[in-house]
């Protein structure tokens, strides 16, 4: 099992509320403490084993004896990443939130019986109400929530060029779109990406008690949605990145969603308050609710740990895995 970032870890182990942390924890608690022997991001031939690693790591099929691998991405946004070209030769099974991602991988090719429909292990705690509500006071909680900017860890972690300032994320314009939301109206709460945090940590009890997430190009914007929060995008900022990202015959959710206006989109920097103001009251949009029931579906929301445990002790045992679309 693979999660892709290998910001996730340290000395070995997971970030304590890392990206791998994160996706780890709602599995291992589903699993029987007999089903899975070792979770690490190194194999330890002869056990069961669950390790998380970016796939340079060890090449497509490390082993002996030979690995079955199953894909599982840190996050949940497109970003021209996820596609069956990609996956094909290179992992046995591939793990997706939803029909959404389903659609994408069998219409590439991958084969229906090795898409594994289980949801999207982060959020669970949320939906299960695990995480307490924080105090609040008058004003509107806005969570701005940019996806990575270039930089940080494993990358040049100088100023930013040209191509970071035009790309998919607001991270490098922070100080613009902060300083558009008066501190006497909004409660803003700042989650940046992992890859640009101290900590490391994944955004997750930012979003409990919020009424809205500013969100760019990556896995916010379905996370926020999948939780009911709107969404207010700084398309001033960050539309021309995200529909440049989508190649010909390679589309994105992202660029669908500049292009189609899904959420709430300023367009210049005057609107961005008066926007979020006005999202915290409508709240989230049906076109939105559609939209990310085909990304991580309600049926799934504070059950994929169980569903991805259930999967993998399928395979470990060499039975057809459950949740499998073929």
Known sequence: MFAYNPTSWRDGKPIPGGMADCLIHPILEALHPTDLRDCTNRPKPGAVNCYFTHRRTYGLRAGPPREVSVFVSHGIADKVWRNA??????????A??????????????????????????????????????????????VVWAPTHGGGGEGRAAGPPTGSMLTGPSSWWHRNKVLELLAPSEFDVVIAPHPRHRPDKRATLTEYVGADV???????TIYEAWALGLPVVFPTWLTERG???REKPGSPTFEAAIY??????????PAELAEL?????????????RTFVEQVLPAAYRGSSGRRHAEALVDIAHNRPPRHAKG
Not at 279 to 287: F, L, M, P, S
């Open 96 to 141: 997706v939130s939803g029909p959404a991602w389903s659609k994408r991988l069998t219409d590439g090719g991958y084969p229906p019986d090795r898409v594994l429909e289980v949801g999207y292990t982060k959020l669970d705690p949320i939906f299960q109400g695990r995480i307490p509500t924080p105090a609040r006071d008058g004003r509107v909680r």
């Open 242 to 244: 995200n529909l440049r």
């Open 259 to 268: 292009r189609n206006r899904l959420g709430v989109h300023a367009i210049k």
């Open 213 to 219: 997430v500013i969100a760019d190009g990556g896995s």
């Open 276 to 288: 979020v103001a006005k999202a915290a009251v409508d709240g989230i949009g049906e076109r939105e």
């Open 85 to 94: 070209r990609r996956m094909l030769g290179h992992f046995d099974y591939v």
